[in-house]
């Protein structure tokens, strides 16, 4: 029966995640921007656009030069939740590829420091006046989810394991529409029913910096604007009188 | 009020300063009347029905604008931002801090435009559009400058300005618009300058100019108008022509153009490199200013156009003029529009160009020669101006617009300091007056505003001796002439860099 309320709630939140996250793309893709905006000195060549963007997702170098704190903090939380995610690829592969049973330790270890990222931006949050001041409670749940989806997944790394062998069934069959049992367990129930918590919210809520980074004008742009006219759609419009000289 | 006015302390060190909730909590700058918002084609006085006006312009906006519509969505109230902004340094104030004055929009946005705030609006920290929001938003959309100096260290590039634009363009479009920014882009309208000072006295001025630099140098430098055929049309900010320091930069350009025998013009219907536009965030005002540009450009047949020392009229140059005017290089083909200014210019030179561009390509080919001795009465620090560092650029390279001006001044002059690096380049901090705040119903924020600046000048004044503190920016130069005695500084210690070029350079001599 858990069973199946799992399956139906991953259904669900997959398609919200996948459609809501598509559709918020497709706006921000469909959006003009009528003007160039890059905060300077930006690149001026399209792949020193790439090499900035890859700067800020990889690196986060705008948050390097704002605060070294919130920065370690988020960076070794990001860094962490990727590996964690990567790791957990081996619950929906099989074969496994090889790389991802190689970083296995890695990413169960990288649950720890993803526990302490969070832990350290949630504590900025209560601790910074500043912090404190513009948070929301939206911002304090976002956090508490994290960190009882790692705890959790800690838990049964370290404490108490779960059927994993049984999860993966699962989680396959899920895949291949083949429905499978789900091991009874209850720290299982709440990883897994947080993750889908968190898949659902994605698309609307700020989880959208992920995507929303791609397409932000100050970041996005080449500083060429002397060389190369850019108008959008609705501005060229306005041209229609052709001299475009206002008298 | 100015009679209480005082500048805040300097920090002993400077550290980030605790919050002081409602400091500058008040009714904000004066509100434009009936006769300066029709003319600029917005309501009157607030519409009965604001609130639907206003949300309908906002979701107009959020599809017009990709930068409205993703950063809206994407901040996670880091709050790297929270202790960028010159205005929440000086004043303490909470909703001064970049993300808290976002959240004023972004407050309204949730609640109207997203899901969760719909149906969870305390969760989210969405609130109705209430008159008290508007009220908010009025006031603290002119604390912001538009200086882009939180963007710089938003992991995601959010830019306030852009909000702030938005902002005061809901304002705008429900009748409540800012009297001094609004005043201003409709005397440019009528008159073709911000000062509203018409074309027989701008010639008459001119010529006053001529007698006074023959006197001072016993050469005709001109300052031409309205010379067709000219080479060279110089758009300069309209305070260059009679507000001090500015006149003496304007100077400085005369005598460069002088110097090389260049053709240049000024001209009488398109005298304002400034646009108000750009700060009421208002495309369509911003357009109508900068085509008069495109005319002039027009009907006087330049080849070149070269812009004067004015910060965010360089960002509107440099940046939109070619989206706005055609003022640029590489049109469509097919864009009648644009081809047909793009065709008349000289394309062998950047379009447009900054004065101090032209200016450091003279000096670079070795077209000027000067005698430095003639500044070595000042000490010479430089401050970057927001827009041009952070929403320009001079050269062919990223950071030129740094790089040029100091070279300029190392060339004119013999003693030249930086000011902490923390505060200069892209870091640089607002002079506290820009984007369309420089107006003395402001001069309380506008003081306060300019403590980080005024911090770091201290420190090199205290340990350099310096007494010249050079810009490329009118509003810079008038706001810190206006608030430095705030700060025990002389006034007269400001200038543009173009008139340590005026004092060095030599006449005649090649």
């Known amino acids: 029966m858990t069973g199946i309320l799992f399956a139906i709630l991953f259904y669900f939140a997959t398609l919200m995640l996948v459609v809501g996250t598509l559709y918020r793309i497709s706006v921000y893709t469909r959006t003009p921007a009528p003007l160039k905006i890059p905060t300077t000195p930006a690149p001026i060549t399209t792949g020193g656009v790439v090499m900035r963007m890859m700067r800020e997702v990889f690196l986060f170098e705008s948050l390097f030069k704002a605060n070294l704190w919130t920065w370690a903090a988020g960076w070794l939380f990001h860094a962490s939740l990727a590996l964690v995610l990567l790791r957990h690829l081996r619950y929906f592969t099989e074969p496994v590829w090889h790389w991802v049973v190689f970083m296995q330790p890695f990413g169960t270890y990288a649950g720890i420091t993803m526990l302490l990222g969070v832990a350290a931006l949630w504590a900025r949050r209560i601790f910074v006046e500043r912090i404190r001041y513009i948070s929301t409670p939206s911002d304090h749940l976002m956090l508490a989810l994290f960190m009882v989806i790692a705890m959790s997944g800690l838990v049964m790394s370290f404490v108490e394991h779960t059927d994993v062998v049984a999860v993966k069934g699962f989680m396959l069959g899920l895949m291949n529409f083949d429905r499978q049992k789900l091991p009874s367990n209850f720290v299982l129930y709440v990883h897994l029913f947080m993750v889908a918590v968190l898949m659902m919210i994605f698309p609307v809520s700020k989880l959208l910096h992920a995507p929303g980074l791609f397409f932000s004008p100050s970041r996005n742009q080449a500083d060429n604007p002397r060389d190369k006219r850019h108008i959008s759609g609705w501005a060229k419009q306005l041209e229609s009188n052709e001299t475009g000289v206002a008298r | ?406 070279n300029i001044i190392k060339t004119v002059a013999n003693h030249f300091v930086e000011m902490d690096p923390g505060t200069t380049h892209e870091r640089t901090f607002c002079c506290g007056g820009g984007g369309g705040l420089l107006t003395d119903d402001l001069m309380d924020l506008r003081v306060k505003g300019a403590l980080p600046r005024m911090e770091v000048l201290q420190q090199v004044v205290d340990q350099h001796g310096v007494n010249f503190l050079a810009v490329i920016c009118a509003i810079c130069k008038t706001q810190f002439s206006k608030v430095m005695p705030y700060y025990g500084f002389d006034r007269n210690m400001v200038g543009g860099v173009h008139q340590l070029v005026s004092n060095a350079i030599k006449l005649g001599a090649k």
């Open chain 2, 1 to 406: 009020m100015s009679a209480t006015i005082t500048a805040p302390a300097y920090r002993v060190i400077p550290i980030i300063p605790t919050l002081k909730p409602g400091s500058m909590e008040g009714p904000g700058p004066f509100v434009a009347n009936e006769k300066i918002q029709e003319g600029l084609g917005f309501p009157g006085k607030l519409v009965d029905d604001w609130h639907d006006q206003a949300i309908a312009k906002m979701g107009e906006l959020l599809g017009k604008y990709r930068s409205l519509k993703v950063f809206m969505d994407t901040c996670v109230h880091c709050g790297a931002c929270s202790d960028k902004c010159h205005y929440f340094i000086g004043t303490q104030d909470p909703k001064n801090m970049p993300v808290a004055r976002q959240d004023l929009m972004r407050s309204v946005y949730r609640r109207y435009f997203t899901l969760p705030g719909k149906l969870f609006p305390k969760l989210v920290g969405a609130r109705d559009l209430t008159r008290e929001v508007l009220d908010e938003w009025h006031n603290y959309y002119h604390q912001c400058s538009e200086c882009r100096r939180c963007s710089v260290f938003c992991p995601y590039g959010i830019d306030t300005a852009e909000v702030t634009m938005a902002g005061r363009e809901i304002l705008d479009s429900v009748g409540y618009g800012q009297k001094y920014d609004n005043e201003i882009i409709g005397k440019v309208h009528k008159i073709g300058n911000n000062l509203g000072l018409p074309g027989p006295a701008l010639k008459d001025t001119l010529e006053g100019l001529e007698e006074d630099v023959k006197e001072a140098t016993g050469i005709d430098v001109k300052f031409p108008v309205d010379v067709k055929g000219a080479e060279v049309l110089l758009i300069t900010p309209s305070a260059d022509f009679f507000a001090e320091p500015h006149i003496d930069s304007l100077i400085g350009y005369g005598k460069v153009f002088h110097a090389t025998g260049t053709s240049w013009t000024l001209s009488s219907m398109s005298s304002e490199a400034a646009n108000f536009g750009m700060f009421i965030g208002n495309y369509e005002q911003l357009r109508k200013v900068a085509l008069r540009i495109r005319q002039a450009a027009l009907e006087l047949g330049v080849k070149r156009i070269v812009v004067g020392e004015c910060g965010h009229a360089w960002r509107v140059a440099y940046s939109f003029w070619n989206t706005l005017t055609g003022v640029g290089d590489g049109a469509d083909q097919d864009d009648k529009f644009a081809m047909m200014l793009q065709k008349q210019l000289d394309h062998r030179y950047k379009q447009p160009s900054h004065i101090c561009e032209f200016t450091w390509d003279l000096i670079e080919r070795g077209a000027l020669s000067f005698d430095k001795e003639a500044n070595d009465k000042h000490i010479i620090t430089f401050h970057d101006s927001c827009n041009v560092a952070r929403g320009s650029r001079m050269g062919d390279y990223p950071g030129g617009q740094f790089d040029i001006p100091r």
